[in-house]
């Protein structure tokens, strides 16, 4: 079946480094690629997303870059902050142009002041 | 925008008894779903309506869960009779449309003794 895989789990990075998450898709008919942070103890927040029709999206300090070929995506946070820290999850679409998302495990990013 | 807003934020019963998990999506949202999260099993979709119809439930776990949509801006999540394994933190989300980004609720985090 479909299937997203995310790397690494954990992630550590001194505040002001980058700090760059990978996910692997498996249905190469996927078409659009949500990131959500989540904070402990609180909702999924949606901070980027990426369409399949582009290969890089940018917002700020954060950018997504999305290789069809390869079937991969990943999220890039520049100039980390400590209220970076959050669990991050990938997500990629089941189909074309579904509401149905296949999510990645999460990758706990701990940014160290 | 006051967001998707989920009621109650917490929940503590015992297993056989009835849960009722509220949502209202946000204004003028035409698609609403609803998803569980575990450690184990990560963020799963449980169930998916369009303009009030449901579309999609082939995530709810048993019969024991039903979840209705009366009206465009209030969904219900039930578990009847519920079980420690149902334990868990329960999000509503609702998009625009099918094809836009889901937007969370604050979860429900429930507790099954």
């Known amino acids: 079946g479909e299937n997203v895989e995310q790397h690494p789990s954990t992630l550590s990075v001194q505040e002001g480094d980058s700090a760059v998450i990978k996910c692997t898709y498996s249905?190469?008919?996927?078409?659009?690629f949500p990131w959500y942070k989540q904070e402990l103890g609180k909702r999924p927040q949606l901070i980027i997303d990426?369409?399949?029709?582009?290969g890089e999206k940018k917002d700020q300090r954060i950018a997504v870059t999305l290789n069809k070929t390869a079937k991969h995506f990943s999220l890039h946070i520049t100039e980390t902050q400590p209220e970076d820290s959050a669990v991050y999850f990938c997500a990629a679409s089941i189909g074309s142009g579904t509401y149905k998302y296949i999510f990645g495990t999460g990758t706990r990013l701990k940014v160290l002041a | 925008d006051a967001g998707v807003i989920q009621s109650p934020r917490h929940e503590v019963t015992e297993m056989g008894q009835e849960v009722t998990l509220r949502c209202k999506p946000i204004s003028g949202h035409n698609s609403l779903f609803w998803y569980r999260q575990t450690m184990m099993r990560g963020l799963e979709l449980l169930i998916y309506f369009n303009n009030n119809v449901p579309i999609d439930d082939s995530g709810m776990p048993e019969d024991r869960f039903s979840a209705k949509m009366p009206n465009a801006s209030f969904s219900t999540l039930k578990i009847q009779p519920s079980e420690p394994r149902d334990s868990a933190v329960y999000f509503c989300?609702?998009?625009?449309?099918?094809?836009?980004?889901?937007?969370f609720g604050d979860g429900t985090r429930l507790s099954i003794l």
């Open positions: 989300a609702s998009s625009l449309t099918q094809y836009q980004p889901q937007h």
């Open positions: 249905d190469s008919a996927s078409n659009y």
């Open positions: 990426i369409r399949s029709n582009v």
